[in-house]
């Protein structure tokens, strides 16, 4: 069979699920009158929510007698370590460019992937029907991005296909009146300019995972492309690892993909992505042979990760209220299926504690993870993200990012200000009078509460995008925490009316009445520098005289509503988050008013001391 094999990659929010989608529907793939849902191979609640894809995705279509197997990346910054990954397993790509966007950081990320393992590109300019859209623009930058990354001569001449992949319309043309209904063009052309796989379908079979799954019913699923030769359900096979030693199994279970289907096959054939079940300890990287047949690829680089927090049991008054898995042996459970299939992610149990160092390759990547387990059921309670610091010749290193900040020209000052104080350099910046473009390089931990607030500063108008650089020399301490108190309760029960209206006088409150709280959570931000302990649970004192104020119906403020992501970024060291399936609560570690207030005192006098030394 005639097979090609292409990955979609492009910035965050490009349009790469939606062209899948329009792919799909071009092709025929689903049988007349299937109802075909928007996105529809962001299977995951959190990716249609959010708008982006978390897992990296393998679908195929039949065109003219050609099968295209077509690999969905992600196209956030957190999850490119699988568009690395991604780039062995095929021979071509769709580079998905925004017409009015253009180029944009993660752009340059994918392509620089691409390029580096000489990957075919097909340039796809979509969104043809944004207003202000500039296709041709967008097409110059792609050069220009091109030949900035030392692009092969033979590469500069890239085909292009302009389209509007939500409209599922396409056309070799520019000019958005060529526009013509389905994916035609398009298909055609990846029959055309991308190459077929390189392989002997003679030699003894060879195929390397790039990708991982799990299955309760066959546990860990490799998926990668066969380089070698051909398998059979039941072949006997070698793993070999990254320690060159080999693990004898047979091949279990054999899929293919075709639409939105996961294929059950009993052979695949040499060039075809497959997925392939056998082995509990498979690992990305490790190349699976013919038994007896000592021949292992290159290992694929996986990317370390740079973030970590702590994951512990719910250990606030309110335990098991909520959730239905809580604890240490379920949370436990569910930490280890979940590093079966995400290769980027770690976890360490502290030992004699309930609490585990969970690491990842960012915010979003640690969020999605606990926003899954508690719409799972979970609970436990988390603590604020830090960064993984590195000892590279003696020094202690933390992790730095290029960071591109778009906003109109009138924020540009606030920006500035606020990114100066978090360790960030100015490296470019372009100002029109109008929307102004920053280029910063900034230490991750500066980032740390920054991108939650981001788009409260600017209104909603900015745009912000990082990427991670390197690693460089520790900066200066106190970076990212936040320099504002809470306001902390000193009761449990139901808050009241009568309590929050005392209460909001202090500032801004997190709570509303009737919700329940408990000593050490905190309600509230405080308007001062300094946490500050409040009741909010006090009733109204109750006597038999009548006051002519008696009716008077109490007005309060709307509390402010947080996100996980926003908790997370807001909460300070000595802070965790409580994380159930109803409620994200934001606690003290120390709940004890008392205790906590002896704790406060003693850092404070440690922290003078340090100053004075």
């Given amino acids: 069979m005639d097979i090609r094999n292409i990955a979609i990659i492009a910035h965050v929010d490009h349009g790469k699920t939606t062209l899948v989608n329009a792919l799909l529907k071009s092709s025929n793939t689903f049988r007349e ?21 978390i897992l990296a995705k393998a679908t195929s279509i039949n065109w003219k007698g050609t099968k295209i197997n077509i690999v969905d990346t992600p196209g956030h910054a957190d999850f490119g370590g699988e568009v690395e990954r991604i780039m062995h397993m095929v021979d071509g790509c769709l580079l998905l460019v925004d017409a009015f966007e253009g180029v944009m950081p993660q752009t340059r990320f994918v392509l620089k992937n691409a390029l580096e393992n000489h990957i075919t590109p097909i340039v796809v300019v979509n969104k043809v029907d944004r207003p202000n859209a ?18 092969p001569e033979e590469f500069l001449d890239f085909p292009v296909v302009y389209c509007s992949a939500l409209n599922d319309t396409c056309a070799p043309s520019s000019d958005f009146l060529d526009q013509r209904p389905g994916m035609a063009p398009l298909l055609d052309m990846m029959v055309e300019k991308i190459p077929s796989p390189v392989c002997d379908p003679t030699a003894p079979f060879q195929w390397q ?15 990668g492309t066969v380089r070698k030769g051909s398998v059979k359900v039941g072949d006997a096979l070698w793993d070999i690892r990254k320690d060159g030693t080999k693990k004898s199994f047979k091949a279990m279970k054999l899929y293919t993909f075709l639409g939105m289907k996961r294929i059950e096959v009993q052979k695949v054939e040499c060039g075809d992505i497959c997925a392939v079940a056998g082995l509990d300890d498979l690992s990305v990287g490790d190349t699976v042979c013919k038994e007896g047949v000592d021949d292992p690829l290159p290992r694929l680089r996986i990317d370390e990760p740079t973030l970590q927090m702590e994951f512990g049991t719910n250990s606030s008054p309110l335990r098991g209220k909520e959730g239905k898995f809580v604890t240490a042996r379920l949370i436990e459970e569910r930490l280890y299926r979940e590093v079966q299939r995400d290769v980027s992610l770690r976890y360490q149990r502290i030992p004699n504690t309930e609490t585990w160092t969970v690491s990842g390759r960012g915010e979003l990547h640690l969020g999605v993870l606990i926003e899954t387990m508690r719409r799972e059921g979970y609970e436990l309670e988390v603590s604020k993200p830090r960064v993984i610091i590195k000892e590279i010749d003696g020094v202690k290193c933390e992790p730095y990012e290029d960071l591109q900040i778009d906003v109109p020209s009138e924020y540009v000052g606030t920006i500035m200000e606020i990114l100066g104080s978090r360790g960030a350099s100015l490296s470019d910046m372009d100002d029109n009078g109008v929307t102004a473009r920053l280029v910063y390089v900034v230490p991750s931990r500066g980032l740390l509460g920054f991108v939650s607030n981001f788009m409260t ?16 020399p520790m900066a200066k301490t106190d970076i990212g925490e936040r320099n504002i108190g809470v306001l902390v309760s000193t009761d449990k029960g139901d808050a009241t009316p009568y309590a929050i209206e005392k209460v909001e006088e202090h500032g801004t409150m997190f709570i509303a009445p009737g919700e329940t709280c408990y000593e050490g959570m ?12 409040v009741n909010c649970t006090m009733l109204k004192p109750q006597t038999n005289v009548r006051s002519a104020h008696a009716d008077m119906t109490v007005v309060l403020k709307a ?10 970024d807001y909460i300070n060291p000595d802070e965790l988050v409580e994380v159930t399936p109803g409620a994200i609560r934001m606690r003290k570690r120390i709940l004890d008013t008392s205790e906590r207030k002896k704790y406060d005192a003693k850092r404070k006098k440690e922290k003078e001391e340090a100053l004075r030394g």
């Fill in 559 to 568: 509390p402010r509503r947080m996100t996980l992501e926003q908790c997370l």
């Fill in 457 to 472: 500063l600017t209104r909603g108008y900015g745009i912000i995008n990082h990427t991670f650089k390197e690693y460089r």
């Fill in 134 to 151: 500039d296709p041709k623009k967008a097409v110059d930058e792609v050069l220009n991005l091109f030949i900035e990354l030392g692009a």
């Fill in 522 to 533: 905190i309600v509230g931000e405080h308007r001062y520098p300094s946490d500050l302990a």
């Fill in 209 to 223: 995972p790039a990708l991982l799954d799990y299955s309760d019913f066959v546990g860990r699923i490799g998926i």
């Fill in 33 to 53: 009158g299937e109802e075909i849902a928007d996105r529809i191979l962001d299977s995951n609640p959190l990716e249609h929510e959010r708008g982006i894809t």
